[in-house]
């Protein structure tokens, strides 16, 4: 069965509450489409208006992090109740921002990639190499370590549900879009190596995005790459070009 394209956009921290709900209803018309998941993942006080925006129509809201306890002394954190009795169903986890700037390591993108599934979020997982990385030709061994460390315990059944975001760092809002080739092969090397922990079944059900730059004229050819499902978009999510990306076809 073909997988459903995802196209879900990273506001960061952009768009004051006010802000928000007037974006997304510039967007609601735009984003309608029956052919892919749509979200948007925004600040954590823009959760609440941004459900109630989107209530009646195709856009889920996602948080941009949770905390991976249930609750307690953690002062400011967002647990993963708070996010599902708002009424999220998508967080992203271990964006590279939050790695870079939050000292997030393989390992709590690990304890939170379970206990978003404890709650029945769908974790977003962010992984991507810096352009060194990339230079020195350890590209895919980097990406493998990631992964391999993100879904530790983490069961089949719950890994096909998963959604993978490869972004290179490279290519995260500096308007330099990977090439359609780089893009394919990391994200083919992605399936393989969720094969190779899980099985060929789960290779094939989880969805795999590609985040960097992604804008209305490079979708097309990025989408219709074989694994390639759909885009985590950043600046241009906030636009109307998210539109044109949700519309590729
Ligand atoms: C991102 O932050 O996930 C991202 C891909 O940003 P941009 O599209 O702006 O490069």
Same mark, same amino acid.
């Given at each position: 069965?073909?997988?459903?394209?995802?196209? #879900? *956009?990273?506001?960061?921290?952009?768009? =004051?509450?006010?802000?928000?709900?007037?974006? !997304?209803?510039?967007?609601?018309?735009?984003?309608?489409?029956?052919? #892919?998941?749509?979200?948007?993942?925004?600040?954590? %006080?823009?959760?609440?208006? #941004?459900?109630?925006?989107?209530? @009646? &129509?195709?856009?889920?809201?996602?948080?941009?992090?949770?905390?991976?306890?249930?609750? @307690?002394?953690? =002062?400011?954190?967002?647990?993963?109740?708070?996010?599902?009795?708002? +009424?999220?169903?998508?967080?992203?986890?271990?964006?590279?921002?939050?790695?870079?700037?939050?000292?997030?390591?393989?390992?709590?993108?690990?304890?939170?990639?379970?206990?978003?599934?404890?709650?029945?979020?769908?974790?977003?997982?962010?992984?991507?190499?810096?352009?060194?990385?990339?230079? $020195? +030709?350890? =590209?895919?061994?980097?990406?493998?370590? $990631? %992964?391999?460390?993100?879904?530790?315990?983490?069961? #089949?059944?719950?890994? +096909?549900?998963?959604?993978?975001?490869?972004?290179?760092?490279?290519?995260?809002? &500096? *308007?330099?879009?990977?090439?359609?080739?780089?893009? $394919?092969?990391?994200?083919?090397?992605?399936?393989?190596? !969720?094969?190779?922990?899980?099985?060929?079944? =789960? /290779? /094939?059900?989880?969805?795999? $995005?590609?985040?960097?730059?992604?804008?209305?004229?490079?979708?097309?050819?990025?989408?219709?790459?074989?694994?390639?499902?759909?885009?985590?978009?950043? +600046?241009?999510?906030?636009?109307?070009?998210?539109?044109?990306?949700?519309?590729?076809?």
């Amino acid at each position: 069965m073909a997988r459903r394209k995802i196209i #879900a *956009g990273n506001w960061k921290m952009n768009m =004051t509450p006010s802000e928000a709900v007037a974006l !997304i209803e510039k967007l609601k018309p735009l984003v309608a489409t029956e052919n #892919a998941d749509v979200v948007f993942c925004v600040p954590a %006080i823009d959760i609440i208006p #941004a459900v109630e925006a989107v209530k @009646g &129509t195709n856009i889920g809201i996602g948080a941009e992090n949770m905390y991976f306890e249930e609750k @307690g002394a953690y =002062t400011g954190e967002i647990s993963p109740a708070m996010l599902t009795d708002a +009424g999220v169903k998508y967080v992203i986890i271990g964006h590279s921002e939050r790695r870079e700037y939050f000292a997030e390591t393989d390992e709590t993108v690990n304890k939170k990639v379970l206990k978003a599934f404890e709650h029945g979020l769908t974790p977003i997982i962010c992984c991507g190499e810096s352009l060194t990385q990339r230079e $020195q +030709g350890i =590209t895919i061994d980097w990406i493998r370590q $990631q %992964i391999k460390i993100a879904f530790l315990n983490v069961t #089949a059944e719950q890994a +096909g549900k998963a959604v993978i975001a490869y972004e290179p760092i490279w290519a995260i809002g &500096t *308007g330099k879009v990977a090439t359609t080739e780089q893009a $394919q092969e990391v994200c083919a090397a992605i399936r393989a190596c !969720i094969a190779e922990i899980y099985d060929d079944a =789960t /290779a /094939a059900a989880i969805r795999i $995005q590609y985040g960097g730059s992604v804008s209305a004229a490079s979708a097309p050819e990025l989408f219709a790459q074989a694994d390639i499902d759909g885009g985590l978009v950043g +600046g241009a999510s906030l636009k109307e070009d998210f539109g044109a990306i949700v519309n590729w076809q």
